[in-house]
């Protein structure tokens, strides 16, 4: 989804702001542009396409401007193209915006507005704000956006400057993320931490309703009303180093190999018992899990664990079908939202209905800070650091090891399972040292157009993580489905054109899953499998298998979903595709 950088300082605002919006790129994004105060003026270049588009037509010109605003754009309203990029000016050009969400009544407030003379030039709904602030002002921005932010509905973040006080930014987070940094003579806004590593690790995650009044040298923080507000700055983990390439041909690559460390550093935590929660997860009636995407085939995974070893009911439903489904939830029930960002909506506002319908909600998140951390009542993190690639790698494996520790933390030999869970990175490693055999196989594949993806147990919602990983980055359509499933209908899909990429550890499903792969043979399909290594039978039966360590069935999904993450990225890479930036994609999903 869109982003959005801030800067007031002392030094020249466009190379911040730059800085800011290549951090930002991986949210997914169609223009880019900033705004700055230049010369007592407000200066503005938007470009469509890449951040080097913009660095191109500002190369050269000589803006010596120390406060400023910028922003990547994901279009919703107006097609992707110069107008539409923000950011957007109200009819004087003294007043300029960035925002990042939806203004759902944009008509109406555009149809007022034009009634009153005022010319609208692009198809935005993010214009209406320029204008409303624009009609508000009168000497003093805060007060103006104080003024507009009661008309506005819908689920937004947006920060404004103006020519005629070019010292300050006023932002405002209601349902969007957004972050203030604080530097030394220098404070920054942007929508997400990652943005500000550069530059400071100091960071005041705004709450929704919040306003922040962002000086050279002040910040202060007002609610919806203009009341002062005293929040203390979070020092976040993260360093710039996590936030980079690293010899990493993309942040992907880079992700995928960080797992063994990632997953080390959030099993110690958990080994040590860091977290303790005052509460017995069997105590509860129920577990309901939510989640979307990559964070939902976490939780399934968490699911088959906590069914097994809690023996109470636990159900996964996706956030974005359990809001409207009429799911009975009450004050017996405990729900474990996870969210990589902590700030998608359709996680976050299920997890504050489940709340307000009585239950207890814990989250999983990634980002400390984060809108889903502070609406829970209790927060675990998963440690992973900050992930960049929009296709979940490194969280996926991190959310499991939490989800594991979980699992089995009542257990009274819970030791055993948790040193169990420590030797998981070793062999994590062993399977990234895999890493060329499983590009061979991949590049045989790059150029089908359909796949299916089957398992079955904890091994079926690898297979849903293998087929959304293929499917986001390579754009091959991918059908992950439970292999025993496959006989009720998919069956009709197989002939000698069809790979069918088997997850089949050797496990309490082992020799059902062989059977449904002679079921592929049958009907001449190409079976690919993930097994264990040593598996002759598998690998007699394959055609092309890749092998992982043999280990307990509990803790396969950590080495099966390896081979699944670097097939699809091998492919994508292969087909010269943006692998970090896959089209259409946002890597924080702010809207419903
Ligand atoms: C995963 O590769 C996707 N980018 C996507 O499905 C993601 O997992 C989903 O949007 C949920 O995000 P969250 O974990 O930040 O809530």
């Not at 270049?45 to 605003?69: D, H």
């Not at 109406?108 to 009609?135: C, M, N, P, R």
């Not at 977290?275 to 509860?284: A, H, T, V």
């Not at 998140?365 to 209790?378: I, K």
Request: aromatic share 8%.
């Amino acid at each position: 989804m869109c982003g959005i950088i801030g800067y007031a300082g002392k030094n020249p605002a466009v190379l911040v702001l730059l800085e800011g919006l290549e951090r930002l790129e991986y949210r997914g994004y169609d223009s880019a542009g900033v705004a700055l105060i230049e010369n007592g003026r407000i200066f503005v270049e938007k470009k469509v396409g890449k951040i080097r588009e913009l660095i191109r037509s500002l190369w050269g010109k000589p803006l010596k401007a120390t406060v400023g605003i910028g922003h990547t754009r994901w279009a919703t309203h107006g097609e992707p193209c110069e107008i539409n990029a923000h950011p957007h000016t109200d009819s004087t050009g003294e007043i300029a915006v960035v925002h990042n969400g939806i203004i759902e009544n944009y008509r109406e407030l555009k149809e007022k507005l034009q009634a009153q003379g005022i010319q609208f030039t692009s198809q935005t709904d993010t214009e209406v704000i320029a204008h409303l602030i624009s009609l508000y002002y009168q000497g003093d921005l805060l007060e103006a956006v104080i003024k507009v932010v009661p008309e506005l509905k819908g689920s937004y973040a947006f920060c404004v400057i103006t020519s005629r006080e070019p010292y300050r930014i006023v932002g405002v987070r209601y349902g969007n993320p957004l972050v203030v940094g604080i530097g030394d003579g220098e404070n920054f806004v942007a929508s997400d931490i990652p943005a500000l590593l550069p530059f400071t690790r100091h960071i005041i995650p705004l709450s929704d309703g919040e306003i922040v009044d962002l000086r050279i040298d002040s910040v202060d923080i007002y609610d919806a009303e203009g009341n002062r507000i005293v929040k203390e700055a979070i020092n976040v983990p993260w360093d710039i180093i996590s936030a980079e390439r690293g010899g990493f041909k993309h942040f992907m690559l880079k992700e995928i190999f960080e797992q063994p460390r990632t997953v080390g550093d959030t099993v110690k935590g958990y080994v040590s018992r860091d977290y303790l929660l005052p509460f017995n997860l069997r105590d509860f009636r129920r577990i309901l899990i939510l989640a979307c995407g990559t964070s939902y085939h976490a939780g399934l995974v968490g699911s088959y664990w906590m069914n097994k070893y809690l023996q109470i009911p636990v159900e996964v439903m996706y956030a974005s079908e359990f809001r409207y489904a009429d799911v009975p939830v009450n004050e017996r029930d405990l729900v474990i939202a996870i969210s990589q960002s902590g700030e998608t909506a359709d996680t976050r506002y299920s997890a504050i209905s489940a709340k307000e319908k009585g239950a207890t909600v814990l989250s999983l998140v990634n980002v400390m800070g984060s809108a889903l951390d502070r609406e829970s009542d209790y927060t675990l993190y998963t440690h992973a650091g900050p992930e960049i690639g929009v296709a979940a790698t490194k969280t996926f494996t991190s959310q499991l090891a939490v989800l594991y520790s979980l699992a089995v933390s009542h257990l009274p030999d819970r030791d055993r399972f948790m040193e169990k869970l420590s030797s998981v990175p070793h062999m994590m490693e062993e399977v990234l040292g895999e890493a060329e055999q499983i590009k061979k196989v991949a590049l045989k594949y790059a150029n089908r157009k359909n796949m299916l993806y089957l398992g079955r147990y904890l091994s079926y919602p690898v297979a849903l993580e293998g087929a959304l990983k293929l499917k986001e980055i390579s754009y091959i359509h991918a059908e992950g489905y439970p292999a025993g499933e496959m006989k009720h209908g998919p069956i009709a899909l197989i002939d000698e054109n069809m790979p069918v990429l088997v997850v089949a550890p050797r496990d309490r499903v082992y020799e059902k899953v062989l059977s449904n792969i002679e079921e592929v043979l049958t009907r001449r399909g190409l079976v690919i499998s993930v097994g264990f290594r040593d598996d002759e039978t598998l690998t007699k039966v394959s055609k092309d298998k890749i092998g992982v360590p043999e280990v307990d069935e509990d803790l396969t999904p950590f080495l099966t979903v390896i081979p699944l993450q670097l097939f699809a990225y091998y492919i994508a890479d292969h087909l010269g595709l943006d692998v970090d930036q896959p089209r259409n994609l946002a890597k924080t999903v702010t809207v419903e």
